[in-house]
T-cell receptor, first 111, second 114 residues
Framework: SQELEQSPQSLIVQEGKNLTINCTSS?????LYWYKQKYGEGLIFLMM?????EEKSHEKITAKLDEKKQQSSLHITASQPSHAGIYLC???????????FGTGTSLTVIP | DTEVTQTPKHLVMGMTNKKSLKCEQH?????MYWYKQKAKKPPELMFV???????INESVPSRFSPECPNSSLLNLHLHALQPEDSALYLC?????????????FGPGTRLTVL
């Protein structure tokens, strides 16, 4: 079973459109991270959320953490082709020094 | 400097070869990680080093042998690999091995086993 489930699995949007990616944990979250990956490349750290209700923004990307729902969302406003890639959430869900990644969301932005 | 470097970027090896992957960071981080990522799958944790000691080995076959010679370096020695070991190998580091420590990733080594 997957500790972290992401939805949707893939997303194709027109440039300029807004989109949201969700990450849901089956267990208590202890810090939630969002990463972006270009196919076959390393992971780029986007942001980290620690507290319930926390919201962070970087350029046109906003992430929120709902501790009660054990869920985080990543929202991209006015998407651009440069946003294309695979988005991964990651978290320690057991406080057991193990880091789990979500199932990933592949984003394509059509110019 | 928040950079983790990995060498080589690409590696092609035969099943009888012995090779090594190298990872380096100069952020003063005391935890370093190896992940394996197959195509279209999230990375899977292989090993965790905390203060130069192996703290987690996720049931990885012995043909993968990690080494942490000092706090800045992490190696992954490869021997007698199988074609199914072909993958992107990612290294990461964090301040310590705690749930709230951000892991910074290297660009990865693309390994192909023939």
């Amino acid at each position: 079973s997957q500790e972290l489930e992401q939805s949707p699995q893939s997303l194709i949007v027109q440039e300029g459109k807004n989109l949201t990616i969700n990450c849901t944990s089956s267990k208590t979250l202890y810090g939630l991270y969002w990463y972006k990956q270009k196919y076959g490349e390393g992971l780029i750290f986007l942001m980290m959320l620690q507290k319930g209700g926390e919201e962070k923004s970087h350029e046109k990307i906003t992430a929120k953490l709902d501790e009660k729902k054990q869920q985080s969302s990543l929202h991209i406003t006015a998407s651009q082709p440069s946003h294309a890639g695979i988005y991964l959430c990651g978290a320690d869900v057991n406080t057991g020094n193990q880091f789990y990644f979500g199932t990933g969301t592949s984003l394509t932005v059509i110019p | 400097d928040t950079e983790v470097t990995q060498t080589p970027k690409h590696l092609v090896m035969g099943m009888t070869n012995k090779k090594s992957l190298k990872c380096e960071q100069h952020m003063g981080h005391r935890a370093m990680y190896w992940y394996k990522q197959k195509a279209k799958k999230p990375p899977e944790l292989m090993f965790v080093y905390s203060y130069e000691k192996l703290s987690i080995n996720e049931s990885v076959p012995s043909r993968f042998s990690p080494e942490c010679p000092n706090s800045s370096l992490l190696n992954l020695h490869l021997h007698a690999l199988q074609p199914e070991d072909s993958a992107l190998y990612l290294c990461a580091s964090s301040q310590a091995n705690r749930a709230t420590d951000t892991q910074y990733f290297g660009p990865g080594t693309r390994l192909t086993v023939l």
